[in-house]
């Protein structure tokens, strides 16, 4: 086991470790370590496993509340839905292996967050995705690059959740020049339990058996989270090796073993094998719960020969489990998991050394104190530094165009970043499991039905990433907010949100400042909104050739609404309804849609958020849908109020009549319609109830302006200068996508 090494030099830079590393292993250790457990120590500690450059700036987060029952630090978190049921949910990244890979990068990614959600003891009921692409519609190779990477990450998005049988109810997908190098993938699950039945990734009680369940080992995967932790380069063609190959069949059939397995009580925790594979779901059961642990590894399920105990502790290959069972239950857990043709072998026992001991043909191989590896990873206090940038771009304001809004009007409901996306969700199974109620396409959160509570939930994912470079801060408050709102705008009441932390490179002080602005809005924001952080995934060096991504704060929002309630929709539902403002439009153009598609730049700074503001409007809303006044919701996004009525309009198949108080001949007031005001929601009433919503506005001190009405004589949309047929707007915004992009 303490052969020397020779180049340890070479062996520190292969594993991403540095000489002050090898010192402080050689300090847990008490001695020399051996190349097994170098490579132990390398996942370990990588930025994926540890989150050294990113967990001083996590501290603070807000994390509890009285219906959260599980926060960070599990394999998901999870909150109370009411009659004894919980919704167990987290969003995580796969963007370096989907890169490599689309296919298989993006289809594992979403097998490996829907084993996170089962191993809690849930059963995977929703799907959300959140995709970032470059500049697709080019006519070169990044064109090309990017038209073959979306095709082959919603191909293994839809492959591996539509074989799943788990619906994808909604997502979202943008695209800018700085993903041209690193496309971001970042996949969400959220399952249901019941209280008691919630399981956790622990290792305890000394001479319980370990267990491996699932997939045979192979090599594909070896080195994921060490390669997730790196930036890319003209050499990153030959990490492919290193990108997991998935199987959705067996996980199906993983997923229904463990679901039996939790009802028997057999076990006493259970954890997915993940990042850095067997190495890192031993030592987290074994950590959680302060034991030691032995493993034969020469027991280890494998499918090619020449695996050794340096492949298996690092391989990430699919579709696998780790299992603390009770002892003299074995037998039961096997036959389970033989039923289902799962592999099953017994691979060591829970002990109270405190150390991971590993041995390999009854040698041993590797020892490691198990708290010392934990406590002892590097938490790096990375120089930060405010980008250089930001001192010219958000000086400029928005210019004054020469567009008419009818020429703005076309050019936006055409844009890649609004028009129709169904060639993407179309391909994912939405209705499979019979529960969703409103899904992709219908903007704003998708909803599913409880049935087993008689509840709904509403989801939506959210990162507004032009104003995230414009001002972390204020983005990513913004990021929380809008998740949030969309799902008030179903009717639901925020309770908790995910988040997927999409940065560039650590090393670069300019990003670690980006990083410590964008955790400061998400802590406000969370605080204010009283929406806790209960899971979440920090994804670093997604930076190509010194080229960062903008900082992409992903966030998931989930919301309650109550038994006996009918979600709200988007489409306008009755002609002569009135269309109603709730909030103010000012003047925000600062990284937003219409600043792109006329001027082709991100500059000025993003709209403002008042937290308080936002939180008075869920707070109307929740009032006027008590009331079963409000017939359909959108609220103000990309765009402005000219899209989400346009949205309103076509979702609805209805004409609309508006006139705003912003037709004027000057050029800033001209655009206003298409200003991205925060805060802001379009709703429509009947007539006869104006008169209440205005006083529940004037409680919450929340602005309300009739705009108009739905419906007209000839069925167009107008609003103020813009008038333009139903038919002529279906075709911008439903076929401009493939259109734009070459889609067949």
Known sequence: MNQPLENISEILKNHKLDQNDYEQIKQILHREPNLL???????????HCSYKSSKKYLKGFPTTAPYVIVGPGENAGVIDIGDGYAAVFKIESHNHPSFIEPRAGAATGVGGIMRDIFTMGARPVANLNSIRFGEIYRDDEIGKKHKYLLRGVVDGIASYGNCMGVPTIGGETSFEACYNGNILVNAFTLGIVKNEEIFYGRAEGIGNPVIYVGSKTGADGLGG?????????????????????????????LLEACLELFEKKLIVGIQDMGAAGLSSSSFEMAGRSGSGMIMHLDKVPVREEGLGPYELMLSESQERMLICAKKGFEKEVMEIFQKWELDVEIIGEVTDTGNMELFWNGEKCAQIPIEALSE????????????????EINKNEYKRNTFSQQEIFKKLLSSLDISDKSWIYSQYDSTVQTNTIVSSGQTDASVIRIKENGTSLAMNVNCPVRYCYLDPKQGSAIAVATAGRNCVTRGAKPLAISDCLNFGNPQNPEVMWQ????????????????????SGNVSLYNQTDSVDIYPTPTIVSVGLIQKGYTPITSGLKEKGNLLVLLGEIREDFGGS???????????????KIDLEKEKHLWELMKDNFDSKIIKSAKDIGKGGLSIALAKMALLGNMGIEIKTAFNSSDGVQKDMIFSESQSCIVVEINPEDL?????????????????????????DICIDSIAMSMSEAKKLFFDSFCEIVKLS
């Open 593 to 607: 849609v219409v600043q792109k598609i006329i001027y082709n730049t991100c500059e000025g700074k993003p709209p």
């Open 515 to 534: 990083f410590k602005e964008a955790t400061d809005g998400i802590k406000e924001a969370a605080q204010i909104l009283q929406t806790p952080v209960i």
């Open 225 to 253: 989270a060490v390669m997730s932790s790196d930036s890319f380069n003209e050499d990153s063609k030959s990490l492919r090796p290193t990108v997991q190959i998935g199987d959705p069949f067996t996980e199906k059939l």
């Open 37 to 47: 457990e170098i490579a132990i120590f390398s996942a370990m500690w990588s930025e």
């Open 376 to 391: 002892n990873a590097p938490i790096l206090d990375r120089p930060i530094s405010k980008p250089k940038y930001l001192n």
């Open 691 to 715: 008169t209440l919503l205005q006083k529940n506005c004037k409680k919450y001190q929340i602005p309300c302006s009739v705009l108009g009405k739905v419906g007209n004589k000839n069925g």
